[in-house]
């Protein structure tokens, strides 16, 4: 069984996922708009990973007899100047995603919950993945800045990006 104050925490986080999702869609929206096809997929790709980190926590709420209880998705910003402010955004909040998943980890430590420790695992080292990940697209994009050949190749790289949806050991 969960105590409340790690069911109040997990819950926040699952707000905080489907938050994440909801920003990815709009990042993909405004790249598809502006014509970067690649970019749009691999925000979209972004989207349902997010999707499917928050369904995973839901899951695991559920399963410790727990309770979820979703909360309204704040609004998120809809459009960036450029590729770079793009994922300059991304790192920026993949960064706070990490700091969140942390203070869960402080959470389950506080309330002796070694089962949630040992669930948040994996999200620890998705965390270490997902930053850089974007870090490494962020400096290829800087790297090209004004070089639209360059852009172009990039956009086609991360179009090429498929989707993989979590394990059930996750």
Known sequence: MLSSKMQNALNAHINAELWSAYLYLSMSLDASAKGYKGLANWFMIQFREEQDHAQLFMDYVLARGGQVAL?????????????????RDTLAHEQKVTELINGLCRTADEEKDYATANKLVWFVNEQVEEEDNVRSILDQIKMVEGN???????????????????????
Do not use: C, H
């Open 71 to 87: 909360a309204p998705i704040a609004e998120v910003p809809t459009q960036w100047e450029s590729p770079v402010a793009m994922f």
């Open 148 to 170: 639209n050949m360059g852009l172009y190749m990039i956009d086609k790289e991360l179009g090429a990006r498929v989707y993989s949806a979590p394990t059930a050991a996750q």
